[in-house]
């Protein structure tokens, strides 16, 4: 078992940032790849953006040049930082972790979430 813990979310004018982290704990993979992902109310969980164990990354084009993803040298923490947020980043951001080396696009492929956390962007 994998347990996902994300922190960072809160409230924010448009133009600020945030930093959301995503603690991983129990049995690692040995290859993995973690995404991070946004849902907002009535629709589908939408990725925004993920890594891989090697460190390829992957980018929503609404999010490219303002969101970063990355992650600590034990691959235990991954990071999103989101600068230049806007009103239509608001929702629900959750972490999320494949034993692959592949950053699926899709949600449905990822084995293990974290519970969430409220990304609030403010006009």
């Known amino acids: 078992q994998v347990q996902l813990v994300e922190s960072g979310g809160g409230l924010v004018q448009a133009g600020g940032s945030l930093r959301l982290s995503c603690t991983a704990s129990?049995?690692?993979?040995?290859?993995?790849?973690m995404g991070w992902f946004r849902q907002v109310p009535g629709k589908d969980r939408d990725i925004v953006a993920g890594?891989?164990?090697?460190?390829?990354?992957y980018y929503k084009d609404s999010v490219k040049g303002r969101f970063t993803i990355s992650k600590d040298n034990a691959g235990n923490t991954v990071f999103l930082q989101m600068n230049s947020l806007k009103p239509e980043d608001t929702a629900v951001y959750f972490c999320?972790?494949?034993?692959?080396?592949?950053?699926?696009?899709?949600?449905?492929?990822?084995?293990?979430w974290g519970q969430g956390t409220q990304v609030t962007v403010s006009s």
């Open positions: 129990g049995r690692p993979f040995s290859t993995y790849a």
């Open positions: 890594i891989a164990w090697r460190g390829t990354t």
């Open positions: 999320a972790v494949v034993k692959s080396s592949y950053v699926y696009t899709r949600d449905d492929v990822y084995d293990y």
